[in-house]
Each structure stands twice: as structure tokens, then as C-alpha cells.
């Protein structure tokens, strides 16, 4: 079955960095475009980043541009999610998601917290 499973995420200061990762199996991790998303406390999951199979198009929202960089290792089944000068607004759960034919795929999602 399919399994993602994030990790990485910390307590950090603003303007830290975090490195998020996502342990994909049970699908064809190669084949398949892969997305961040996060839910911050009292709002709506967002879609963060995605990346295309072979890593040739990376699109952010516009909030984390210049800062987070989406990166997927195809040997390891892994994505990636390099998160530097981080806010207090990056707040959130994180996700890993994989969009399949037959259904939408979440990891647990580990939490980020940038605070003081």
C-alpha cells in the first residue's frame, strides 16, 4: 500500500533552516509528480510546492519563493523540502502528498515551529 512518511521538523527561530523529507513506497515514486502541502492551526491546507518526476519543474506558492526548494531523490524514493530564512507564518503541519489514479496520498506530516 502506499506509504509516505515526512520527518525533520523542529522547533527553530526565525530565519533558521529546516530540511523536511518524504519516504514514498507502494507506488512508482519515479513516474509521479510529488507535493509539500501544510496546515497551519485554524486554516486550510495549502499546497507548498511540487516537483515533476524528473525534478525539471518545481513551482512554490508565492510565500515561500526564494526560500524553500523542493528537491526528489528517485534512487532513494525520497522528496525533499529545503526551508531557509523561515517566518513565524511557515507554522504548520507539513505534508507530503502523492496525486494517483485512484486516490490522493498523505504521510502523518511532521510539524514546524518557528518561534522565539
Known amino acids: 500500500q502506499v506509504q509516505l512518511v515526512e520527518s525533520g521538523g523542529d522547533l527553530v527561530q526565525p530565519g533558521g533552516s529546516l530540511r523536511l523529507s518524504c519516504a514514498a513506497s507502494?507506488?512508482?515514486?519515479?513516474?509521479?509528480?510529488m507535493y509539500w502541502d501544510r496546515q497551519a492551526p485554524g486554516k486550510e491546507r495549502e499546497l507548498v510546492a511540487r516537483?515533476?518526476?524528473?525534478?525539471?519543474?518545481?513551482d512554490y506558492v508565492d510565500s515561500v519563493k526564494g526560500r524553500f526548494t523542493i528537491s526528489r531523490d528517485n534512487a532513494k524514493n525520497t522528496v525533499y523540502l529545503q526551508m531557509n530564512s523561515l517566518e513565524p507564518e511557515d507554522t504548520a503541519v507539513y505534508y507530503c502528498?502523492?496525486?494517483?489514479?485512484?486516490?490522493?496520498?498523505w504521510g502523518q506530516g511532521t510539524q514546524v515551529t518557528v518561534s522565539s
Open positions: 502528498n502523492v496525486r494517483l489514479v485512484d486516490s490522493d496520498y
Open positions: 516537483i515533476s518526476p524528473a525534478g525539471g519543474v518545481r
Open positions: 507502494g507506488f512508482t515514486f519515479r513516474v509521479n509528480f
